[in-house]
RNA sequence: GUGGAUAUAGUUCAAUCGGUAGAGCACCAGAUUGUGGUUCUGGGUGUUGCGGGUUCAAGUCCCGUUAUCCACCCCA
């Protein structure tokens, strides 16, 4: 007994208790609803991958961040870092045995060795939603009414989803002869709303000469409605390019669909992540811009082109579920605790306590979620236990009821008690009152 | 990874100049009702994050370490 081990978890992992647990559940629920209603389906792909599939596509970013070692073989293995990269080697598989377009879903848990904040951790859940093998402004928009129909189904207040497009600010780029530098300008311009126009035209001009810098600034910083945005990056590009000319096609369809109020055209979102050469986008609370995006993605059309010589566009975004928490929870928007249980079967004689058994056992059959409290403990004790778990109905069976074979219903929110009911009067009036 | 702040009971907090840690709520045990919101009695439930050092004496001072929060970086 001297020597016990800390039960201490690694910095950026956590445990979940049943009550986060449990909402964490609801969400992922209600967004796997959300993303079947849209003909999504799901798919799984190993937790270790090989390290050199992982990282092909990378930045030297994630190279650093990525967990990575040598397995009992002495391969070179890495876990994965995000859902997207994985998707991409899954397609290339697997695109024989597929019918395209593909639109999957993934839930699940990646790893990033990186620094710790609020709503950032180490072991994290994304969920991911893609089409892979069109590139139209119809999958563009899908994504984004994807987006929207998720946050909406779980009740986030107050959203603005940015998009920008990669192609534009590369012809822009191009048109100003500066596209070498792209990577660099990309990290400079999207600091633009956490540093500020002076800030950013001072590293700007580091890189360009001063007029360019001051080019780049205005196409960042343009502001006025959807429509001007649009406008003034077209003139500042030289003309409308494909990219411009998607974009205006993804807004008619926005308005179609009466959404178009949610989305901003944002230039100064660039994505740090290099495999993006379309549209991107990025979701922010309007109450809680500081934790950063809680649902990004865009279009890359490459990105399998490692793996396979077949083309495989894809477009997709992700809502990392444990900064939406983080941010929900910050609001105090996070769901109640709900209960799993809805009811409890006191242990009140424990010479009855086969019967008591066989009352659970109608309960489930009816359809309710029902226990037996396991231990001979006294009322408050077993009440206390109901309230912990927030269950809402127990039913109570002692010697008078058990000879009329009847049972007594108590309402424990309400503390309401229904005396000599039958089973199947208790189960009636269990889903009378909870509706 | 770099820099800064923080760490005391389940929780929110307290502890003076260094003198072996207290309070509310919560919780546990018991009494009384066949059934918890009242009442009464009793209980502090703690390795002061962890490990060293200084000291007669450390929650308090010093060093290290781990975790959390904040900024940078990056991102979900």
Redesign the pocket.
């Known amino acids: 007994m001297a020597n016990?081990i800390?039960p201490?978890?690694?910095?950026?992992?956590?445990d979940f208790l049943p009550e986060t647990e449990i909402s964490r559940k609801d969400i992922q629920q209600t967004l796997e609803e959300t993303f079947k209603s849209f003909g999504m389906v799901p798919i799984d792909t190993p937790v270790l991958e090989y390290t050199d599939v992982l990282l092909g596509k990378g930045?030297g970013?994630?190279d650093?961040?990525i967990y990575r070692f040598n397995d009992h073989g002495k391969r070179d293995v890495a876990m994965r870092f995000?859902l997207?990269v994985p998707f991409a080697r899954f397609m290339a598989a697997h695109i024989n045995e597929l019918y395209l377009p593909f639109k999957r879903y993934h839930i699940s848990k990646v790893w990033?060795?990186?620094?710790?904040?609020?709503?950032?951790?180490?072991e994290?859940t994304?969920c991911d939603f893609d089409i892979v093998g069109v590139d139209t402004p119809e999958a563009d928009f899908e994504i984004l009414s994807i987006m929207h129909a998720s946050l909406k189904a779980l009740g986030v207040p107050d959203i603005h989803i940015h998009i920008s497009h990669r192609g534009i600010f590369n012809a822009f780029l191009d048109h100003l002869g500066i596209s070498d530098d792209l990577a660099e300008i990309l990290?400079i311009v999207?600091?633009l709303a956490?540093?500020g126009e002076d800030k950013v035209l001072e590293m700007l001009t580091e890189l360009a000469d001063g007029d360019k810098a001051s080019r780049i600034l205005e196409y960042i910083s343009a502001e006025g409605s959807f429509d001007d945005i649009l406008g003034k990056l077209e003139n500042l590009s030289g003309g409308p390019t494909p990219g411009s000319e998607r974009i205006r096609i993804v807004r008619q369809m926005m308005i179609d669909c009466g959404i178009e109020e949610l989305f901003v055209l944002n230039p100064s979102i660039t994505?740090?992540?290099?495999y993006y050469t379309g549209i991107v986008y990025?979701?922010f609370l309007d109450a809680l811009p500081?934790?950063?995006?809680?649902?990004?993605?865009g279009r890359y059309n490459n990105l399998a082109s490692i793996y396979s010589k077949t083309e495989m566009p894809g477009v997709g975004s992700?809502?990392?579920?444990?900064?939406?928490m983080?941010a929900l929870d910050e609001l105090g928007t996070s769901s109640s605790k709900k209960s799993l249980t809805d009811v409890l079967i006191?242990n009140?004689?424990r010479s009855l306590k086969g019967h008591y058994f066989s009352l659970a056992t109608k309960l489930r059959e009816a359809g309710l979620n029902a226990e037996v409290f396991l231990d001979n403990?006294?009322?408050?004790?077993q009440?206390?236990f109901?309230?912990r778990k927030a269950i809402p109905f127990?039913v109570?069976?002692?010697?008078?009821?058990f000879k009329e074979n009847r049972v007594?219903l108590?309402?424990?929110?309400?503390?309401q008690?229904f005396?000599m009911l039958t089973i199947e009067e208790a189960i009636e009036k269990i889903k009378e009152i909870s509706g």
Request: charged share 40%; proline share 0%.
């Open positions: 016990l800390q201490k978890v690694l910095k950026g992992f956590r930045s970013e994630t650093k961040q995000d997207t990033r060795g990186e620094n710790t904040q609020r709503g950032r951790y180490r994290f994304q990290r999207d600091k956490k540093i994505r740090g992540l290099d990025e979701t500081a934790i950063g995006s809680v649902c990004s993605g992700s809502i990392g579920l444990d900064r939406l983080a006191m009140m004689d403990k006294k009322f408050k004790n009440f206390s109901a309230e127990a109570i069976c002692g010697e008078d009821e007594t108590k309402d424990l929110n309400a503390r008690n005396e």
